[in-house]
Nanobody
Framework: QVQLVESGGGLVQAGGSLRLSCAGS????????MGWFRQAPGKERAIVAA????????YYADAVEGRFTISRDNAKNTVYLQMNSLKPEDTAVYYC???????????????????WGQGTQVTVSS
């Protein structure tokens, strides 16, 4: 069974940091572009960051550029999202996703990803 499992979410004060992890199982994701998305109540799921299979290319949404860092360890089948200088507006459920057998390149929309984790809640208090 193919699974992506996120961890590392929680409650943090504004200005604090969290590191999310996404561990894959049942399939090697080392050749997949990976992404982190988030969804706040009443809003659509939106991309936060994406990373190519090699880690050589990354993308960040404007709202998190300079504060968040996406990385991956293909040997561990794991993707990370380091989140610094957190703001209350970063509060959301965060999901990791894998592109699967898609053309080479990053995906910027949820529809471009085949595998999803169950999500982890991040709450930033003011």
């Amino acid at each position: 069974q193919v699974q992506l499992v996120e961890s590392g979410g929680g409650l943090v004060q504004a200005g604090g940091s969290l590191r999310l992890s996404c561990a894959g199982s049942g399939r090697m994701f080392s050749t997949d572009a990976m992404g982190w998305f988030r969804q706040a109540p009443g809003k659509e799921r939106a991309i936060v960051a994406a990373i190519s299979w090699s880690g050589g290319t990354t993308y960040y949404a404007d709202a998190v550029e300079g504060r968040f860092t996406i990385s991956r360890d293909n040997a561990k089948n794991t993707v990370y999202l380091q989140m610094n200088s957190l703001k209350p507006e970063d509060t959301a459920v965060y999901y990791c996703a894998a592109r699967g057998l898609r053309p080479v390149g990053l995906g910027y929309h949820a529809s471009e990803y085949d595998y999803w984790g169950q999500g982890t809640q991040v709450t930033v208090s003011s």
